[in-house]
């Protein structure tokens, strides 16, 4: 006879940012490749390429947030309505933080996170799909993510999840972003 299987976690609107829980799952990202960003420049012509390239060693990233950062997600989550905590019991497992930019009907999602033990098992997808639909509910035309150049499983999973690549910042971090080899992707998904 085999073990019951455990019960989904329940997707719920969040009204108050869970500090502790988002903090104990946003520490940061392993990646086993990174993207090359490649910028030739002349009077006629830009090209900009992109080329996933695997890592000897993976590449290991780890956010500090402090204080303005978690003061900045409250005053988000309290809000437009739109973001999501993902709960095992009263345990945060997952969690999407999101807001409307009204003047071009952009649902920012600027944080999504899965604890380690749930990866892997559709709860991530479970998130961007909710908020895509909270996002269509209200009108807006399409979900946008910034994901480094090395967080490839993060590229990975974004683009299993109907996102694609629209945009690059070469300077959104520091303006030695390409030399420093860590460059901002902004993804998409159109949802109307």
């Known amino acids: 006879m085999s073990s019951p299987t455990p019960p989904e976690p329940v997707l719920r609107l969040l009204t108050e940012f869970p500090a502790e829980g988002f903090l104990r799952i946003a520490e940061g990202y392993t990646s086993p490749a990174r993207y090359i960003v490649r910028k030739e420049e002349s009077p006629a012509r830009t ?26 997600y409250a005053r988000i989550v309290a809000g437009d309505g739109l973001s999501l905590g993902a709960y095992d019991g009263e345990t945060l497992v997952g969690i999407g933080i999101a807001e409307i930019a ?53 590229i990975a999973f974004y683009y299993r999840t109907g ?14 972003d390409v030399t420093q ?12």
């Open 163 to 176: 996102f694609v690549l629209d945009g690059i910042d070469l300077s959104y971090y520091s303006n030695q």
């Open 181 to 192: 080899g860590e460059v901002a992707f902004f993804m998409k998904r159109y949802l109307t």
């Open 102 to 154: 009204a003047w071009n009907k952009t649902l920012w999602v600027w944080e999504l996170h899965v604890d380690e033990a749930w990866r892997g098992r559709g709860l991530g997808r479970r998130l961007v799909d909710r908020l895509a639909a909270l996002g269509a509910e209200r009108g807006l035309r399409v979900m946008l993510v910034e994901v480094q150049n090395t967080n490839a499983n993060a």
């Open 47 to 72: 090209t900009i390429t992109v080329e996933r390239q695997p890592l000897p060693e993976p590449y290991v990233k780890h956010w500090p947030y402090g204080e303005d950062d978690l003061a900045n």
